[in-house]
């Protein structure tokens, strides 16, 4: 278990970096500091991506917010933490989810507004044997999920990926698989397997837009019959997986900006349709880089490639399950549902 440790240069100057480390690595739990010795950032990659990739590799993240930058506001000189730090702590909540990304207070620090309400450790001056009393505490309770959660490793979902691609290869060549041109064309095979079947249903998708809509070219009806459900939807927090829709997904003339307001907007509408409609289990991924549309249902996988169109475009690929693919496909799904946070 592993978890990453982020702060200003003068947090770390001060020994409160090394400080919190050894609290960390005395609960038996990796900690992984910005400026470690050999550096978890690679060389000749941009600092963001970096970041992004370590937050796939780490189990919960701690910020460290001190008084680093002074400020003027509304005549009172203030204190605040540096923004990197604050924009850190972001993206890492968005990624682990709130509860796994907490900060580390110290000194008469003034935190952004968004972040008013929220609990934070206090290691200031006369507060720092509460305080990490308090830190010991959010780990072990760290290692108390994880004990039944154990987040799957970046590198270990990218191989997963990589073997479905070539499976997919595998037995597009040998022409074994029933392929339709789009998901209007497969709407009436999916929907004969679901009537005829009472197994579960499995789904693993971004939007999920096509499961809450009726209209001909969707597949709405699938997730409003009896059969048990498990739902993973993108989080609508996952702006680099949102970014990543903006060539497919985007109207014309549309901006970056309004796009992800829009597509975001989109998310949190059809989410919340499904728990007002739905009897389902209901997941959300922070995979940024998903590259399928999995449907598991009546013994047949039905599985799209996500590329520079929209999912209902997209080919669908009907896989029966005594397929080596199925099982690989099955397998990721799984991994995916590991990391995902329950609703």
Same mark, same amino acid.
């Given at each position: 278990?592993?978890?990453?440790?982020?702060?200003?240069?003068?947090?770390?100057?001060n020994g409160l970096?090394?400080?919190?480390?050894?609290?960390?690595?005395?609960?038996?739990?990796?900690?992984?500091?910005?400026?470690?010795?050999?550096?978890?950032?690679?060389?000749?990659?941009?600092?963001?991506?970096?970041?992004?990739?370590?937050?796939?590799?780490?189990?919960a993240a701690i910020?460290?917010?001190?008084?680093?930058?002074?400020?003027?506001?509304?005549?009172?000189?203030?204190?605040?933490?540096?923004?990197?730090?604050?924009?850190?702590?972001?993206?890492?909540?968005?990624?682990?989810?709130?509860?796994?990304?907490?900060?580390?207070?110290?000194?008469?620090?003034?935190?952004?507004?968004?972040?008013?309400?929220?609990t934070y450790v206090?290691?200031?001056?006369?507060?720092?044997?509460?305080?990490?009393?308090?830190?010991?505490?959010?780990?072990?309770?760290?290692?108390?999920?994880?004990?039944?959660?154990?987040?799957?490793?970046?590198?270990?979902?990218?191989?997963?990926?990589?073997?479905?691609?070539?499976?997919?290869?595998?037995?597009?060549?040998?022409?074994?698989?029933?392929?339709?041109?789009?998901?209007?064309?497969?709407?009436?095979?999916?929907?004969?397997?679901?009537?005829?079947?009472?197994?579960?249903?499995?789904?693993?998708?971004?939007?999920?837009?096509?499961?809450?809509?009726?209209?001909? #070219?969707?597949?709405?009806?699938? /997730?409003?019959?009896?059969?048990?459900?498990? @739902?993973? &939807?993108? !989080?609508?927090? +996952?702006?680099?997986?949102?970014?990543?829709?903006?060539?497919?997904?985007?109207?014309?003339?549309?901006?970056?900006?309004?796009?992800?307001?829009?597509?975001?907007?989109?998310? #949190?509408?059809?989410?919340?349709? /499904?728990?007002?409609?739905?009897?389902?289990? @209901?997941? &959300?991924? !922070?995979?940024? +880089?998903?590259?399928?549309?999995?449907?598991?249902?009546?013994?047949?996988?039905?599985?799209?490639?996500?590329?520079?169109?929209?999912?209902?475009?997209?080919?669908?690929?009907?896989?029966?399950?005594?397929?080596?693919?199925?099982?690989?496909?099955?397998?990721?799904?799984?991994?995916?549902?590991?990391?995902?946070?329950?609703?």
């Amino acid at each position: 278990m592993r978890v990453f440790i982020g702060s200003s240069t003068e947090s770390s100057d001060n020994g409160l970096l090394l400080k919190i480390a050894n609290i960390v690595e005395g609960c038996q739990i990796e900690p992984i500091r910005w400026n470690d010795t050999p550096s978890p950032f690679q060389t000749g990659k941009f600092t963001l991506e970096n970041l992004e990739e370590l937050s796939d590799k780490v189990d919960a993240a701690i910020f460290i917010c001190s008084t680093d930058d002074k400020t003027w506001y509304r005549g009172k000189k203030l204190g605040k933490p540096r923004d990197n730090v604050i924009f850190e702590h972001g993206l890492f909540s968005g990624k682990l989810g709130r509860q796994k990304s907490i900060i580390v207070k110290y000194g008469k620090v003034t935190l952004p507004n968004d972040l008013a309400g929220m609990t934070y450790v206090d290691f200031s001056d006369g507060q720092q044997v509460q305080g990490e009393s308090n830190l010991k505490q959010f780990l072990e309770k760290l290692k108390g999920i994880t004990n039944t959660f154990s987040r799957i490793p970046y590198e270990e979902l990218e191989r997963t990926k990589a073997e479905i691609e070539l499976e997919l290869e595998m037995i597009k060549t040998k022409g074994l698989e029933k392929i339709f041109n789009s998901q209007r064309e497969a709407v009436d095979d999916l929907k004969a397997n679901y009537k005829s079947s009472t197994r579960s249903i499995k789904i693993l998708c971004i939007r999920g837009e096509s499961f809450v809509s009726n209209r001909d #070219e969707n597949w709405g009806s699938i /997730i409003l019959n009896k059969n048990p459900k498990t @739902l993973i &939807l993108a !989080n609508p927090s +996952n702006s680099d997986l949102i970014k990543s829709r903006y060539n497919a997904n985007k109207t014309e003339g549309e901006a970056e900006a309004d796009f992800l307001e829009r597509y975001r907007g989109d998310m #949190e509408a059809v989410q919340n349709r /499904i728990r007002r409609r739905v009897e389902c289990s @209901l997941y &959300l991924h !922070n995979e940024t +880089n998903l590259r399928f549309r999995m449907v598991f249902i009546g013994g047949y996988l039905y599985l799209s490639k996500f590329a520079d169109t929209t999912a209902s475009k997209a080919e669908v690929i009907k896989i029966p399950k005594d397929y080596a693919l199925y099982a690989v496909c099955e397998d990721h799904y799984n991994q995916i549902l590991t990391n995902a946070e329950k609703q």
